[in-house]
């Protein structure tokens, strides 16, 4: 089977008349890992690197974030279209995607626009489509407390509100749950046992989805690889391994038909 090769490295993409900051690293599968925020700059090369041995690990800056120009709009629709520019920039015909945070909740959203490129669905610590105010009171008690990843740029205070607001419009779409339920790849989330946030609307959104999986790891908060990196490093691990040998799979069977390959060229 013959696959095409990515450039490794940082490379800025063309979206729409922005700049958009990228690194690829790693080879194998291709994985796409966004960051949370939404407004924050990348900050997942410690998780890229637990899987960069299976799997080639793609990340990107939303536009307005780090080194990513700051052009408008700043939306949920912006957001997706931008990752599939990058999909395609790269080559890839199908790849995992994923994130943490609100990184995972806009790894749903892509899927749900672009299921025919979606190989499974990988949430750290996120993928909350609905809360409550009892979920919002419990994370603002804890927020002052919570230690960040470490952010090599500031937030950006424009994209944040926007894309928020943008996101409040797309979970109120009448089929969104109904779409959901559609999705037919697998799904993991891993979620902290300790993270402010209360995890049901990701247990919820796990049941929901026909091969989804939620594993909650004991006293992990919401940053897992600070504290629990072998535990994440595990599950990561397993489902890469698991969706890989799928997409091998299905690839053989397309290279006798002469169908495309893993890898657009």
Same mark, same amino acid.
Do not use: E, H
């Given at each position: 089977?013959?696959?095409?090769?990515? @450039?490794?490295?940082e490379t800025y993409v063309q979206s729409d008349g922005a700049r958009i900051w990228? #690194?690829? !690293?790693? !080879?194998? #599968?291709?994985v796409m890992l966004c960051n949370g925020g939404p407004g924050c700059c990348d900050y997942l090369g410690p998780v890229a690197g637990m899987i960069d041995d299976i799997a080639c690990v793609l990340r990107f800056e939303q536009r307005g974030c780090g080194r990513s120009d700051a052009k408008r709009p700043y939306n949920l629709e912006t957001? #997706?279209? %931008?990752? %599939?520019i990058i999909r395609r920039h790269y080559g890839v015909a199908e790849w995992?995607?994923?994130g943490h945070s609100w990184g995972s909740d806009l790894a749903v959203a892509y899927a749900l626009e672009h299921p025919e490129h979606v190989l499974g669905i990988l949430g750290i610590s996120g993928g909350v489509i609905h809360k409550d105010s009892a979920w919002r009171e419990q994370y603002r008690r804890g927020?002052?407390?919570e230690v960040n990843?470490?952010?090599?740029?500031?937030s950006d205070t424009d994209v944040n509100p926007e894309v928020n607001e943008s996101w409040k419009e797309f979970v109120r779409r009448p089929d969104l749950l109904r779409r959901i339920a559609g999705l037919t790849v697998p799904a993991l989330f891993v979620y902290g046992e300790n993270d402010i946030r209360p995890s049901w609307p990701v247990e919820q959104l796990a049941q929901l989805l026909p091969y989804g999986q939620f594993v909650l790891i004991s006293g992990a908060a919401h940053v897992i690889w600070l504290t629990h990196?072998? @535990?994440l490093q595990n599950q990561l691990r397993d489902f890469v391994v698991r969706v890989a040998e799928q997409? %091998?799979?299905?690839?053989r069977s397309r290279c006798v038909t002469g169908d495309e390959a893993p890898f657009l060229g």
């Open positions: 089977m013959t696959r095409g090769l990515m @450039a490794l490295g990228t #690194v690829a !690293q790693g !080879q194998g #599968v291709p957001c #997706v279209s %931008d990752l %599939d995992i995607i994923g927020k002052a407390s990843p470490g952010f090599q740029f500031p990196a072998n @535990a997409w %091998d799979v299905k690839y």
